[in-house]
């Protein structure tokens, strides 16, 4: 099997890299040799052994009848989607680790593979090397999948577990962050919650059949968690973390990207540093938790090999993959049922004790004009309603089991 790779940055040399080290083994599993004949890229690489097989022209890729497999490891929606789209219509399956191209065409390109017989196939969108999308579409399926929640972002739960263990702030934990590489030198999309979005949305569809747009997903990041915060965590034993979730409750599905405070009796509570992990829970199976780096350039290219092994195996056969171009219309986040972590100033205790039932409550003695309460559950609008007029130092959703 020839293939090419679009792209030759992190991801696009670790998949070269994976080929030639593990190449025996490769072509046990799929059943014939995985040869690399070309490697797209804009730029050159001098006396890098890449050269032998570098081209600048996707046009030669395309329309190379040899070519059985295209790799796209570019990112972004453009030029990635056009590249992508074309190679399908040509009779080439594609391995991606692109989530925004996934999360925006994914149901469309899974359209016109099926219809070609060929395979769009993107295990390394979500999770990096965490296998998650092969699970959720052959081992769970005799499972209605009721929640996914996972921590979807490496770097997010970095800065979190470096706030919660050196009590640093968020600027100084993301600034180690960025010096360890884990950050971009602009982490908006990480944390602001926009990279977990993508992934919840892909993760969603696949789970229940029907394209969720990411755009329709609530989605806050955690810029605005502070070290008072972590502290008041700390005291009620729990940690927080970015979580990203979607729950089905009765004929509603709802997907939420948000900070969240956990005790010790969630699974996700003793997920740190840049590991991720993705629990889901079905109505037969119950819980199940996938476990991993979720990025890195060896992780996520052993994930888009994987794919590659996948699309050789099936040659000329469609693996069957549950996502429609319909769209699913989410439900109204008014009606999610969570705890509420609340920090209110001393003058509301009164209010705060009338108004809400409380569960557990906690002082710092470096903010004594402050206190900090767990609320019982209660809808997201009941909360609301009930905390409308009063002074909301911070508030952050809780699971309290």
């Known amino acids: 099997m020839k293939i090419a790779v679009l792209g030759y940055g992190t991801v696009g040399s670790g998949v070269v890299e994976v080929i030639r080290r593990n190449g025996d083994s490769i072509a046990k599993r799929a059943g014939q040799e995985i040869e690399v004949k070309y490697v797209l890229d804009l730029r050159d690489f001098p006396g890098d052994p890449v050269e032998k097989v570098l081209v600048h022209d996707y046009e030669v890729i395309v329309n190379d009848p040899e070519v059985g497999v295209v790799v796209e490891v570019m990112g972004g929606v453009e030029p990635a989607y056009t590249f992508v789209k074309r190679a399908l219509l040509a009779g080439k399956s594609v391995c991606t680790s692109n989530k925004e191209l996934v999360a925006k065409h994914g149901a469309e390109l899974l359209e016109i593979a099926k219809q070609g017989k060929i395979n769009f196939l993107f295990e390394a969108s979500v999770g990096g090397g965490i296998p998650i999308i092969r699970p959720l579409n052959q081992s769970i399926t005799a499972d209605e999948i009721e929640e996914v929640t996972g921590i979807l972002n490496g770097t997010t739960n970095f800065i979190l577990t470096k706030m919660r263990d050196d009590g640093c702030d968020f600027e100084t934990a993301l600034k180690e962050a960025q010096s360890l590489g884990y950050a971009e030198r602009n982490p908006q999309a990480d944390v602001e919650g926009f990279d977990a979005c993508r992934k919840i949305a892909i993760l969603t569809s696949l789970a229940y059949g029907k394209h969720v747009s990411y755009e329709d997903i609530q989605t806050e990041g955690i810029t605005k968690i502070t070290a008072a915060d972590i502290a008041y965590a700390k005291k009620f034993e729990m940690s927080i973390k970015l979580f990203a979730s979607s729950r089905k409750v009765g004929d509603s599905i709802y997907a939420l990207v948000a900070p969240k405070m956990i005790g010790v009796n969630n699974p996700l509570y003793t997920v740190n540093g840049v590991y991720n992990a993705i629990l ?63 920090r209110f100033p001393k003058e509301e205790r009164k209010l705060a004790w009338d108004r809400f039932e409380i569960l557990k409550t906690a002082l710092l003695d470096d903010h004594d004009d402050e206190f900090a309460i767990i609320t019982s559950p209660m809808t997201e609008k009941e909360f609301a309603e009930r905390a409308q007029g009063m002074h909301v130092i911070s508030c952050i959703r809780a699971d309290v089991r």
């Open 280 to 342: 889901v829970h079905g109505n037969v199976l119950g819980d199940v938790m996938f476990y991993g780096s979720g990025a890195g350039k060896l992780p996520t290219a052993s994930a888009v090999v994987s794919d590659v092994v996948d699309a050789t195996k099936h040659k000329g056969v469609n693996i069957m993959q549950i996502w429609s171009t319909k769209k699913l219309e989410l439900a109204s986040n008014e009606g999610l049922v969570n705890n509420f972590f609340v």
